[in-house]
């Protein structure tokens, strides 16, 4: 079977869509599982690896508010990183990842671990959360493969 990042990549050229990433704890893994695939510039426009606060204010346009009140790792911030990945690069999707990879950085309400993950495209827009129990290297890692499964899911509903 497949790989998931060339499964993707089928489904993306297949509709003649274009994909931006925004990624935060990962720190580029989507995008590089992305581009290992031939042919990938065809459906990748590129990424955006934001992991301060104020690149992510800067580079993708989350509101300051957004941060300070809910913190980057949100449902909130996770789909202003998409809408910003799709936005700066012109994609018709946008997806992000922020989350905490571990092993420190847990607080109350926000254990190591916990990621969103969002979705934007023109007409709809997903986000979801998942808690990993891996070590730092784990949980980039599943966190990547729950991205690409979320964009493998939003193109294989119908057009």
């Given amino acids: ?3 998931l990042e ?3 990549g089928h489904l993306l050229a297949e509709r003649k869509l274009k994909l931006a990433t925004a990624e935060s704890c990962t ?3 989507v995008g590089h599982r992305i581009t290992n695939v031939p042919g990938s510039s065809d459906y990748y426009e590129g990424g955006i690896v934001a992991y301060s606060y104020e690149a992510k204010e800067r580079l993708l346009g989350v509101h ?3 941060l300070y009140e809910h913190g980057a790792v949100s449902a909130e911030t996770a789909l202003e990183m998409a809408r910003g990945a799709r936005r700066a690069l012109g994609t018709d999707i946008g997806i992000s990842v922020t989350g905490i990879a571990g ?3 847990g607080m109350p309400g926000k254990p190591v671990g916990l990621v969103y993950i969002a979705l934007s495209a023109r007409n709809f827009e997903r986000v979801e959360h998942f808690v990993w129990d891996s070590d730092r290297e784990g949980n980039k890692l599943r966190s990547s ?4 499964t979320m964009v493998k899911e939003y193109l294989e509903q119908p057009a």
């Fill in 145 to 148: 493969e729950a991205a690409l």
């Fill in 6 to 8: 060339v499964i993707v």
């Fill in 27 to 29: 720190g580029g893994l």
């Fill in 1 to 3: 079977m497949d790989k």
């Fill in 103 to 105: 092993p420190s950085g």
């Fill in 64 to 66: 300051h508010d957004t």
